[in-house]
């Protein structure tokens, strides 16, 4: 019988892909000193905080199974002899969803409509406020043009991955031209190696970051990445916060040099009074891109998967070695 460790809090609806053979271990989020639980297979609960704890009363760990693409935030206090696995996959949904809507969202200056519209304000094209006009090439004769097309756009996507796919495909019917960076460059479709980022950020109408975070990528795009971009490009974070200088990001805001949509920040949560909050022309929702009820059902039917695999010897998916993007 393996041992399958969740929080206490997790539904039992959630658990009902649960192989024969598992035997299922409710975490208490408190627990007393001293306590100890022993745990062959643990899913690791979604939220970070007291997740380092929750480990150090577990015993006889072999397996932790992230529920998250991202396990930056796993690996400085996780012993290497135990194998990692990823979420990898469980997020191309939700997430690249959130990176259209995003994009879609700027380039329609739906949040721009919004505040209008808080404002009890009936004001478009011709009527509308100059200050509403920061970017460049929005004037067409008489008319302050405040929405324009993704159609015919060249998107790069910078971390090319099964998210990065998932994007791609969500924007093919809007008929883009879209540029992939990855770590490794490939073939069918072209993905272009990191080294060829500063080529390709010039080309580019939206960069969408979905990198992994690690040492590389952190400050993969800092000012003179911003400079390269078009004036008025997009800039899409749904990787992690420390992948863009943020001071160069506010920065570059200010200038009316970008634009940007951001799920993420560095740092974050984004304190009160911080200067992105006010940045013009930047689209920031807290860190929500991949949550959806659908995402949280895909996660566990896939940990269920993966102990399955592990009760049948056989190989796992998604085990994390060397990062990159």
Not at 35 to 51: E, I, N, Q, T
Not at 179 to 195: I, K, M, W, Y
Not at 299 to 311: C, D, L, P, S
Request: charge should be neutral; hydrophobic fraction near 45%.
């Amino acid at each position: 019988m393996v041992r399958v460790g969740v929080d206490e809090a997790v539904a039992e609806e959630l658990l009902a892909d649960m192989p024969a053979g598992a035997q299922v271990v409710r975490i208490p989020r408190r627990a007393e000193e001293g306590d100890v639980l022993d745990v062959d297979f643990w899913m690791v609960p979604f939220a970070r905080k007291g997740a380092e704890a929750t480990f150090r009363r577990l015993r006889g760990v072999k397996v932790v199974q992230s529920m998250m693409a991202g396990v930056d935030w796993i690996t400085p206090w996780l012993p290497p002899e135990i194998t990692l696995c990823d979420g990898r996959g469980i997020h191309d949904v939700s997430a690249s969803e959130w990176v259209l809507s995003a994009i879609l969202a700027v380039m329609k200056r739906l949040p721009v409509y919004r505040d209008l519209q808080h404002r009890q304000e009936w004001k478009g094209f011709a009527t509308a406020p100059t200050e509403l006009m920061a970017e460049p090439g929005l004037a067409a004769g008489l008319y302050r043009v405040l929405g324009e097309d993704l159609a015919g756009k060249t998107v790069l996507i910078v971390g090319y991955g099964s998210i990065g796919a998932a994007i791609e495909s969500r924007l093919a019917p809007f008929g883009v031209n879209v540029l992939r960076v990855a770590r490794q460059a490939r073939e069918n479709p072209e993905v272009h190696p990191g080294d060829a980022l500063h080529g390709l950020l010039p080309q580019a109408d939206v960069v969408v970051l979905i990198v992994p975070s690690t040492p590389q990528t952190r400050g993969l795009i800092g000012a003179t990445e911003l400079a390269l971009m078009k004036r008025g490009a997009l800039l899409v974070n749904a990787a992690r916060g420390p992948v863009v200088v943020t001071d160069a990001l506010v920065d570059a805001l200010r200038r009316h040099h970008v634009r940007a949509a951001l799920d993420v920040t560095d740092p974050e949560p984004l304190p009160l009074g911080h200067p992105l909050w006010t940045a013009p022309n930047c689209l920031i929702t807290p860190h929500i891109g991949g949550s959806t009820p659908q995402f949280i059902h895909r996660a566990f039917r896939f940990g269920a998967e993966q102990v399955r695999r592990y009760i049948a010897g056989q190989p796992l998916e998604n085990i994390v070695g060397p990062e990159g993007y």
